[in-house]
């Protein structure tokens, strides 16, 4: 395994984004975390880049640039083709493999099986990462049955599983039952931030993501 976590979500729009910021202002001051969008659709006006630089500045992590960057908001391969073009694995996986020594939090496009080119699955893209997983997903109503299924998928490819982070009004009976069934840990129940700052965020961290240092297994 490759140090380092990908972050990949129950659906798109769940807070992938925001997880990772979280994640790099947890971890960036004792860790050499780089973040990287290897695959972004939507562009502009969609830039997760720099939001993550906006929210994680002042946490110590780098933020990566480069990548895929595909004007329309649909899946990767429907925006590459749409453009032209076919998504080639081999040069996003090279970038990670030719630093190893940096920490990688890499942020997925949409969810673990959106396709990515005529073959492979975001799931793939994961595995030959080597990287273990952060599922980000939704607190409210339909999560449990999203959040066991995007776990299912990813122990069906053998890929690991670092925990789930869950977005939006904490619901406890949720997070028990993610737990539970899930057989997983839930690092984290980041709540609406309103505004979302990089104050904010950095706030809720101290605290509220991952407290007992799990994830320093994937990372350190
Ligand atoms: N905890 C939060 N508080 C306030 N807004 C949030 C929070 N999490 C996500 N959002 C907002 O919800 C939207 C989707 O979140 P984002 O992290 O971009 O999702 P994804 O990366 O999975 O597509 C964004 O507009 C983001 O600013
Ligand atoms: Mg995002």
């Avoid at 780089?34 to 933020?63: C, F």
């Avoid at 890499?106 to 997983?133: K, Q």
Wanted: glycine residues 12%.
């Amino acid at each position: 395994m490759r140090r380092g976590l990908f972050v990949t979500g129950t659906d798109t729009g769940v807070g992938k984004t925001v997880v990772s910021a979280a994640l790099l202002v947890r971890y960036g001051g004792e860790l050499p975390l780089r973040y990287w969008k290897p695959i972004q659709t939507g562009v502009p006006p969609d830039d997760d880049t720099a939001e993550v630089r906006r929210l994680a500045a002042g946490s110590g992590a780098e933020v990566a640039d480069g990548g895929v960057r595909l004007p329309d908001p649909v899946s990767p391969h429907l925006a590459a083709a749409r453009a032209g073009e076919t998504i080639d694995l081999d040069p996003l996986v090279a970038r990670p493999a030719g630093e190893p020594d940096a920490r990688w939090i890499v942020e997925g496009a949409g969810g673990l099986l959106v396709p990515i080119n005529r073959f492979a699955l975001m799931a793939d893209l994961i595995g030959r990462l080597e990287l273990a997983a952060v599922v980000a997903a939704r607190s409210t109503l339909g999560t449990i049955n999203h959040t066991l299924l995007t776990l299912e998928a990813l122990r069906a490819r053998s890929l690991p599983v670092a925990g789930v982070v869950m977005v939006g009004d904490p619901d406890r009976d949720n997070r028990e039952a993610i737990t539970r069934y899930g057989r997983v840990d839930v690092l984290g129940e980041l709540p609406r931030l309103d505004p979302l700052t990089p104050e904010a965020l950095a706030a809720w961290v101290r605290t509220g993501l991952d407290p007992g240092g799990r994830l320093r297994r994937w990372l350190a």
